[in-house]
């Protein structure tokens, strides 16, 4: 049946959007979250970019920041892509809902198969979703119900779906992630080290593991670009963001190692995976 991590397939696009200038205020951006130095975090959104076109070769789309969306640029939790099928999600904040709206129809424009909740009782964000290659990991958080998860299931029927339980407040990807085709990377936390340990008791499929000092460190993207002869890439928070994890991931060596920043955006509650979408298979249009 192939190898773990195979099914990550070379990657084409990556969907991003603009950040409004809602979420330089804490009343904009939601309750509870700490007014954002507007123009640091352009700069860092503008970088991640860059970094997607330019040092990965992908074709990049950017939606227009909307001010009536400020958590608009992360646009991971609105959608779940393998292949050609993207699953729409229902975020668990009623307040970001509207956000699925362009998303989806950016994907459709790109002649994606689209995928609804359809299931009021149902919520998931997409940064709760973790897809290795061979199967998928759904977190069970204050994010994602049962019933989100049950519909990852029914919506990738190709593949293994386990239930991982998530506690904290974070979300799955901001615990663990894939740096390799073979190996986890996760945090140190006691939240990480639970999920790590529970997705090693749900698969079937062996992967080796790696412990980094920061959590936020694992939420990381490891993408093959659509290049012939290009080495997969690990795109991950550098040495600026979070310097004590920069010695392990130099382990990493089957990867080309991209460092990005994101230590404003972060304040939003953003994390790598949040502030891109990317397909992993050219969809026909």
């Given at each position: 049946?192939?190898?773990?991590?195979?099914?990550?397939?070379?990657?084409?696009?990556a969907?991003?959007?603009g950040?409004?200038?809602?979420?330089g205020?804490g009343?904009?951006?939601?309750?509870?979250?700490?007014?954002?130095?507007?123009?640091?975090?352009?700069?860092?959104?503008?970088?991640?970019?860059?970094?997607?076109?330019q040092?990965?070769?992908?074709?990049?789309?950017?939606?227009?920041?909307?001010?009536?969306?400020?958590?608009?640029?992360?646009?991971?939790?609105?959608?779940?892509?393998?292949?050609d099928?993207?699953?729409?999600?229902?975020?668990?904040?009623?307040?970001r809902?509207?956000?699925?709206?362009?998303?989806?129809?950016?994907?459709q424009?790109?002649?994606?198969?689209?995928?609804?909740?359809?299931?009021?009782?149902?919520?998931?964000?997409?940064?709760?979703?973790?897809?290795?290659?061979?199967?998928?990991?759904?977190?069970?958080?204050?994010?994602?119900n049962?019933?989100?998860?049950?519909?990852?299931?029914?919506?990738?029927?190709?593949?293994?779906?386990?239930?991982?339980?998530?506690?904290?407040p974070?979300?799955?990807?901001?615990?663990?992630?894939?740096?390799?085709?073979?190996?986890?990377?996760?945090?140190?936390?006691?939240?990480a080290?639970?999920?790590?340990?529970?997705?090693?008791?749900?698969?079937?499929?062996?992967?080796?593991?790696?412990?980094?000092?920061?959590?936020?460190?694992a939420?990381?993207?490891f993408?093959?670009?659509?290049?012939p002869g290009?080495?997969?890439?690990?795109?991950?928070?550098?040495?600026?963001?979070?310097?004590?994890?920069?010695?392990?991931?130099?382990?990493?060596?089957?990867?080309?190692l991209?460092?990005?920043?994101?230590?404003e955006?972060?304040?939003?509650?953003?994390?790598?995976?949040?502030?891109?979408?990317?397909?992993?298979?050219?969809?026909?249009?």
């Amino acid at each position: 049946m192939g190898t773990p991590g195979e099914g990550l397939g070379r990657c084409s696009h990556a969907l991003i959007r603009g950040v409004p200038e809602s979420l330089g205020s804490g009343e904009g951006a939601g309750a509870g979250l700490p007014a954002l130095d507007l123009a640091k975090a352009q700069r860092e959104h503008g970088v991640l970019g860059g970094k997607l076109r330019q040092r990965l070769g992908l074709q990049l789309l950017e939606l227009p920041p909307e001010e009536s969306l400020p958590l608009g640029p992360l646009l991971g939790d609105t959608a779940v892509i393998q292949g050609d099928t993207a699953l729409i999600t229902r975020p668990w904040s009623p307040a970001r809902r509207p956000e699925v709206d362009g998303v989806r129809k950016a994907l459709q424009d790109l002649g994606l198969r689209i995928m609804e909740m359809g299931d009021e009782n149902a919520t998931l964000d997409g940064t709760d979703v973790l897809f290795t290659g061979r199967e998928f990991f759904v977190g069970l958080s204050k994010w994602t119900n049962h019933r989100g998860a049950e519909i990852v299931a029914d919506t990738f029927r190709d593949f293994a779906v386990s239930k991982v339980p998530v506690s904290g407040p974070s979300h799955l990807r901001g615990l663990c992630g894939m740096g390799g085709p073979r190996t986890v990377v996760a945090g140190s936390s006691d939240p990480a080290q639970k999920a790590v340990r529970a997705m090693a008791v749900l698969t079937d499929h062996p992967y080796t593991s790696l412990t980094l000092p920061d959590d936020a460190a694992a939420d990381c993207l490891f993408l093959r670009p659509g290049l012939p002869g290009v080495s997969p890439f690990l795109l991950h928070r550098g040495g600026g963001d979070l310097p004590n994890s920069q010695e392990a991931l130099q382990k990493l060596t089957d990867v080309t190692l991209v460092p990005v920043s994101c230590s404003e955006l972060e304040k939003a509650g953003a994390g790598l995976s949040s502030l891109c979408l990317v397909l992993s298979t050219r969809p026909h249009s």
